[in-house]
């Protein structure tokens, strides 16, 4: 099992920032992913931004050049700072995490809503 904690979600004006962060605790593999997914309202869930161990990462095109997803290996935690923020950014943030060995791990989800 792996347990993910979010944090750092709220309201900001278009054109602002915010950072959400993500901890991975419980059965860790050294060799994994960790990203941040999204669901707006009335939409699909959609991937924002994934990284995995080895430093490699995925952006989905509607947040390249705006979003820059990190981690710390050491503390199993995963960053994803968000500027340029636009009021389409606006969703539920979650923090999954996956290895080979399993179908993959949620977080509880983090708002984000983005004010025009």
């Known amino acids: 099992q792996v347990q993910l904690v979010e944090s750092g979600g709220g309201l900001v004006q278009a054109g602002g920032s915010l950072t959400l962060s993500c901890a991975a605790s419980g059965s860790i593999f050294s060799i994994n992913s960790m990203g941040w997914y999204r669901q707006a309202p009335g939409k699909q869930h959609e991937l924002a931004a994934l990284i995995t161990s080895g430093g490699s990462t995925i952006y989905a095109d509607s947040v390249k050049g705006r979003f820059a997803i990190s981690r710390d290996n050491a503390k199993n935690t995963v960053s994803l700072q968000m500027r340029s923020l636009k009021p389409e950014d606006t969703a539920v943030y979650y923090c999954?995490?996956?290895?080979?060995?399993?179908?993959?791990?949620w977080g509880q989800g983090t708002q984000v809503t983005v004010s025009s």
């Open positions: 999954r995490y996956g290895d080979s060995r399993s179908p993959g791990y």
